[in-house]
């Protein structure tokens, strides 16, 4: 499915309406040619945004391939997975594009999420955020695993290039 956009890919963007259920959104291939997140959950958090999975996608050349943010609103995002993804490129000249967006700007909770089986085939690299609020509102279990960059599996934060992050993710796992 192609999903051109000048935003985000449009029949997986989650805001402002919620989103509950156990059902893979994505179960064919999607490219997102330009814009702001390929799979993203949240940015407004006024209602609850739970079980939700995206499994074996494709992102092309977007802003931000996976993003969890909670940018507006107190409701919580959880249980959320990214499985068996496949991402070549992203944001195009924009030096502020990354392959994983997780970041906490309002006072809501995100628990439980998985990245999972990631294949990551970048024309450049660029660090990728994983941050939380502050010590009342942070990312709580959170796994991530299977990362593969250029061809190579990577098993450490550094290795993912998840280097924009700070102390309010509690309980990660890294493998």
């Known amino acids: ?23 893979d959104l994505c179960d064919k291939p999607l490219a997102a ?4 997140g390929t799979f993203k959950v949240g940015d407004g958090n006024f209602q609850a945004h739970r079980r939700i999975t995206f499994r074996n996608c ?28 496949d991402i070549e490129g992203f944001g195009g000249r924009n030096p502020t594009a990354k392959w994983m967006d997780f970041y906490l700007l309002s ?26 609020k502050n010590d009342r509102f942070f990312y709580d279990d959170v796994t991530i695993e299977g990362i593969v960059i250029a061809g190579q599996p990577v ?5 993912m290039r998840i280097t924009n992050r700070n102390a ?3 309980n990660l796992i890294v493998r």
């Not at 192609?2 to 890919?9: D, G, H, L, M, Q």
């Not at 995100?110 to 939380?132: C, M, Q, S, W």
């Open 1 to 23: 499915m192609w999903v051109p956009t000048s935003y985000s890919a449009a029949v997986l963007y989650l805001h402002p309406f919620p989103f509950v259920g156990e059902a």
């Open 33 to 36: 040619l330009a814009g702001e």
């Open 58 to 85: 494709q992102s092309y050349r977007s802003m931000s391939a996976l993003k969890v943010t909670h940018g507006y609103g107190t409701e919580p995002a959880e249980d959320i997975v990214f499985e068996n993804i």
């Open 107 to 132: 006072d809501g909770p995100v628990n439980n999420v998985t990245v999972r089986n990631v294949n990551i085939r970048p024309e450049r690299g660029f660090d990728a955020t994983l941050k939380g």
């Open 155 to 159: 098993h450490s934060l550094e290795d």
């Open 168 to 170: 309010y993710v509690r």
